[in-house]
């Protein structure tokens, strides 16, 4: 497999915070509109941290589960939000990420910076692990799809899933890596994801969580909340409802959880080529008079 070994094209976005761009996968670490204000209001507002951190006895650590890493802004906004509410509330974090040299490089590159914790941030990043009276943190490095079964069962209340789009890095929204993060998440804990694509939450529900949908941000299609047991989901449109009715619905799937992405990406083809399920391109015409709808449904 190609890593980004080399030094990572930096841009700056909208907000003004940096993300890289990777030649591998074709895309930018970020949506373009702020990195930063994307990891506050797709990631860490969806989890419900500011409201669990208020309710939470400090006698138990919040936990925080972060699937790709990269820079770290999710982990390092969630940091700073909660303890802007509740200083010193201890939290722990545990980073999923398959190559160091993305956090370490975005350190270098003034990243976490003006993080209150800047000089903890910076021991994390370096050492890949972190311990003090109010965060411990550990950085898991290689592919999340084995990493992800050091993670205790029940373990966390925010999870943070944050990888390249689904065409692109299939192998982290499979069915089988899905049901393994969901078992790693307390009852009532909350993943978050800026992904609407309708393979990506029928893997949810396959994986038996419940489904909600987060406010648009920088791009016109919503972002995905679920919950093994939380309750008071934001409810899906009827448009995206019906886009589960689709072919589009058709999850990805990896039963070794260590398959080739090629071999990932045609065995959802063949089930899609058999699936009785309408064609996406018939709800396409139904819904695209009004809205604009997901690019990544018209694919099938
Ligand atoms: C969209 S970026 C994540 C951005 C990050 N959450 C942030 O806030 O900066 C996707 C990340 O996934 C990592 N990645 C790609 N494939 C992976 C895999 N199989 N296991 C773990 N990490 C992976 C990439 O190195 C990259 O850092």
């Keep these: 497999m190609v890593t980004d070994e080399v030094k990572l094209p930096l841009l700056i976005t909208g907000d003004g915070s940096l993300t890289f761009f990777s030649t591998e996968f074709g895309q930018a670490f970020h949506?373009?509109?702020?990195?930063?204000?994307?990891?506050?209001?797709k990631f860490v507002r969806p989890c419900r941290l500011e409201q669990l951190v208020l309710e939470r006895d400090p006698s138990h650590p919040i936990h925080i589960l972060d699937i790709c890493f990269g820079l770290g802004y999710n982990s390092g906004v969630a940091l700073e939000t909660l303890w802007q509410i509740r200083p010193g509330f201890p939290v722990q974090v545990i980073g999923l990420e398959r190559?160091?040299?993305?956090?370490?490089?975005a350190w270098q590159a003034g990243v976490g910076s003006t993080w209150s914790f800047c000089r903890e941030w910076q021991q994390f990043i370096e050492q890949g692990s972190w311990q003090s009276e109010r965060w411990q943190g550990q950085l898991l490095w290689g592919d999340a799809r084995q990493t992800l079964?050091?993670?205790?069962?029940a373990w966390a209340d925010a999870v943070f899933l944050d990888p390249f789009s689904p065409s692109a890095c299939p192998e982290l929204w499979t069915v089988e890596f899905l049901q393994a993060v969901?078992?790693?998440?307390?009852?009532?804990?909350?993943?978050?994801?800026?992904?609407c694509a309708a393979s990506v939450r029928a893997a949810l529900l396959e994986a038996g969580l419940r489904l909600g949908s987060t406010?648009?941000?920088?791009?016109?299609?919503?972002?995905?909340?679920?919950?093994p047991q939380g309750e008071?989901?934001?409810?899906l449109s009827q448009m995206e409802g019906e886009h589960?009715?689709?072919?589009?619905?058709?999850?990805?799937?990896?039963?070794?959880?260590?398959?080739?992405?090629?071999?990932?990406?045609?065995r959802r083809q063949q089930e899609q080529q058999r699936s009785?399920?309408?064609?996406?391109?018939?709800?396409?015409r139904r819904w695209q008079q009004l809205q604009v709808v997901h690019p990544e449904s018209s694919s099938s």
Excluded: F, H
């Excluded at 079964?149 to 069962?153: D, G, I, S």
């Excluded at 406010?215 to 919950?227: E, N």
């Excluded at 009785?276 to 396409?284: G, I, Q, R, V």
């Design 99 to 105: 190559s160091p040299q993305v956090p370490q490089q």
């Design 31 to 41: 949506n373009l509109s702020g990195a930063a204000q994307e990891a506050l209001e």
């Design 276 to 284: 009785s399920l309408e064609p996406t391109s018939a709800w396409k």
């Design 182 to 195: 969901a078992e790693r998440m307390r009852p009532q804990g909350y993943l978050a994801t800026y992904s």
């Design 244 to 266: 589960l009715k689709t072919r589009a619905a058709v999850p990805y799937r990896d039963p070794t959880l260590c398959g080739e992405r090629s071999q990932i990406r045609l």
């Design 215 to 227: 406010p648009p941000l920088g791009r016109p299609w919503p972002g995905t909340v679920a919950s």
């Design 232 to 235: 008071d989901l934001p409810p």
């Design 149 to 153: 079964l050091q993670v205790p069962l």
